[in-house]
C-alpha cells in the first residue's frame, strides 16, 4: 500500500509570489490535514479536510488555503509568500475524521527568498 | 504554558541504555500520538494510544488519562533510534487536528 505521497519535496520561492503544494494521502482514506513546521514555533496545525469540506482551520492568516477533491487528493496554497513561511509543510491523511492515527508524508520544504 | 510539554528536550545515551520520555498536557484528550521524525523531515506513526500500555518492539507507550501523562520507553537504544521524537494530543471534540509537544531530540552514541 502506498503512503501518503507530498510534491514537490523542495521549491524555492520569490517574496510576493504564490505556491500550492499537492497531498496524496493513503488509497481509502478521507482525512487530509496540513502541518507546517518552522523551527521557532515547532508543528502547527493549518487545516483538515474531509470527504472535500474544511473540517477544522488552525490559526492562519488567510493567505493559506487548501481545498481536497472528489479522489482525497488535496492541495494547499500559500498567496502573496512572505520570508517567515519559509518552512516544512506536512500532509498526514486517516481513514476517518476524528481520532483516528496519522500517517505523514515525507513534507514539502519551502524557502522563500 | 503550551497545552503539550515534553521533557526532556534533549537527551543522549549511551547504546544499550533504557531511555524514558515524557509527555504532559493540559486540556481533555481522546487519544494521543507518538511520532518520531529523522533529520529530512519525514515523521512515522510510533503509536496512537488512548489508554493503558502498547508495545512494538523494543518501544513502550504508556499513558495516563487521569492524571495527562504519557511516557514513551526504548529498551536496549541502538544509534538507529537517534531521532526527534515528538508526543501529539487529539483534543476533545478538535476532529483529526493533532497538538504537539515541542519534541525531544535523542541521541544514542555507540
Known amino acids: 500500500k502506498a503512503g501518503v505521497t507530498q510534491t514537490p519535496r523542495y521549491l524555492i520561492k520569490t517574496r510576493g509570489q504564490q505556491v500550492t503544494l499537492s497531498c496524496s494521502p493513503i488509497s481509502g482514506h478521507r482525512s487530509v490535514s496540513w502541518y507546517q513546521q518552522t523551527p521557532g514555533q515547532g508543528l502547527q496545525f493549518l487545516f483538515e479536510y474531509f470527504s472535500e469540506t474544511q473540517r477544522n482551520k488552525g490559526n492562519f492568516p488567510g493567505r493559506f488555503s487548501g481545498r481536497q477533491f472528489s479522489n482525497s487528493r488535496s492541495e494547499m496554497n500559500v498567496s502573496t509568500l512572505e520570508l517567515g513561511d519559509s518552512a516544512l509543510y506536512l500532509c498526514?491523511?486517516?481513514?476517518?475524521?476524528?481520532?483516528?492515527?496519522?500517517?505523514f508524508g515525507q513534507g514539502t520544504r519551502l524557502t522563500v527568498v | 504554558k503550551n497545552e503539550v510539554e515534553q521533557s526532556p528536550q534533549n537527551l543522549t545515551a549511551q547504546e544499550g541504555e533504557f531511555i524514558t520520555i515524557n509527555c504532559s498536557y493540559s486540556v481533555g484528550i481522546s487519544a494521543l500520538h507518538w511520532l518520531q521524525q529523522h533529520p529530512g523531515g519525514g515523521i512515522v506513526s510510533l503509536f496512537m494510544l488512548s489508554s493503558g500500555k502498547k508495545k512494538h518492539g523494543r518501544l513502550i507507550a504508556t499513558i495516563n488519562i487521569q492524571e495527562k501523562h504519557s511516557s514513551l520507553h526504548i529498551t536496549a537504544s541502538h544509534p538507529r533510534d537517534s531521532a526527534v521524537y515528538i508526543c501529539a494530543v487529539y483534543s476533545n471534540n478538535a476532529g483529526n487536528m493533532l497538538t504537539f509537544g515541542g519534541g525531544t531530540r535523542l541521541m544514542v552514541k555507540p
Open positions: 498526514a491523511s486517516s481513514l476517518m475524521t476524528a481520532n483516528t492515527e496519522a500517517f
